[in-house]
């Protein structure tokens, strides 16, 4: 049989598998050691966690729990580079001649519109464009708003709102 480390006492066989400690109080205190926890996989609708063991390390540092959400961000591949003119502008993609549509002087241009601007030219909000263009590359690498927040120095109600707006406006 099986003895405690820390009293001497008989363990029963099964706590034996297990722990090489019984289960007084002061044993306990002694003994007992916290369980590491991590969070392996997250969606919008739970988490997924599992006790940090040696096999699960394994399993963590072969990529067996990847974040699918990041797979295509980041990659390493280079863009191709775009053809430059002469002139040092990208130059556009060819295009298969098609044959030209009338021209459109001929018709008469429509008056001025009074009132408020068109939506594209309408201020996005309290934000700068650059707060935004961050806050959406953010969101879209997984990260919850607060960490955006705190990553830009801004409240995590105005990240909800950069988001909400760009998704309203189709961007995302």
């Not at 916290?34 to 040696?54: P, Q, R, S, W, Y």
């Not at 909000?125 to 590359?137: D, F, I, N, V, Y």
Request: overall charge positive; proline content about 10%.
């Amino acid at each position: 049989m099986t003895q405690c480390i820390t009293c001497g006492t008989q363990l029963h066989p099964e706590r034996a598998e297990k722990y090489n400690y019984c289960m007084a109080p002061e044993c306990q205190e002694k003994n007992a050691r916290g369980l590491t926890v991590v969070a392996i996989g997250m969606n919008k609708a739970a988490d997924e966690f599992m006790i940090l063991d040696e096999r699960t390390r394994e399993d963590l540092a072969s990529g067996k729990y990847r974040d699918q959400r990041r797979g295509s961000f980041g990659t390493s591949a280079a863009a191709p580079a775009k053809p430059v003119t002469p002139a040092g502008r990208p130059s556009e993609p060819s295009r298969p001649s098609e044959p030209r549509r009338p021209s459109r002087t001929s018709r008469p241009r429509p008056a001025a519109r009074r009132g408020p601007a068109p939506a594209a030219a309408q201020p996005r909000g309290p934000w700068t464009r650059s707060q935004e263009k961050l806050a959406l590359l953010y969101n879209e690498q997984g990260r919850r708003p607060d960490e955006i927040a705190q990553k830009l120095g801004i409240s995590s109600y105005l990240v909800t709102q950069i988001i909400l707006s760009a998704k309203n406006r189709g961007k995302i």
